[in-house]
């Protein structure tokens, strides 16, 4: 079984910055492709960004490309989502997720979720 914790979620203002990161347990964990989705209320959970087991990323390119980055740290067991010029259409829950194979846009296709850290972006 795989533990993800998030952290770092907290309100912002417009234009801020904010660094996320998701803890995972096993020592499996290079191996998983690792993502961030987030859910705004009223709505369905969307894909953000993924990262693979060999580094490659891909983004929302509509609503975050430029403006995100994802990145994992392996010996730390991390996954980590920079946010920056935040607006306030990325209030959200974030989520950090894991999966053993392949790469997926669908949240439903994914394995493994943390609870989630509110990100609140005021105007």
């Known amino acids: 079984q795989v533990q993800l914790v998030e952290s770092g979620g907290r309100l912002v203002q417009a234009g801020g910055s904010l660094r996320l990161s998701c803890a995972a347990s096993g020592r499996t964990f290079s191996s998983y492709v690792m993502g961030w989705f987030r859910q705004a209320p009223g709505k369905e959970r969307e894909f953000v960004a993924v990262?693979?087991?060999?580094?490659?990323?891909?983004y929302d390119s509509d609503s975050v490309k430029g403006r995100f980055t994802i990145s994992r740290d392996n010996a730390k067991n991390s996954v980590y989502l920079q946010m920056n010029t935040l607006k306030p259409e990325d209030t959200a829950v974030y989520f950090c997720a894991g999966k053993s194979l392949g790469v997926s846009r669908i949240a439903s296709m994914w394995d493994y979720w943390g609870r989630g850290t509110q990100v609140t972006v005021s105007s």
């Open positions: 990262i693979t087991a060999n580094g490659d990323t891909i």
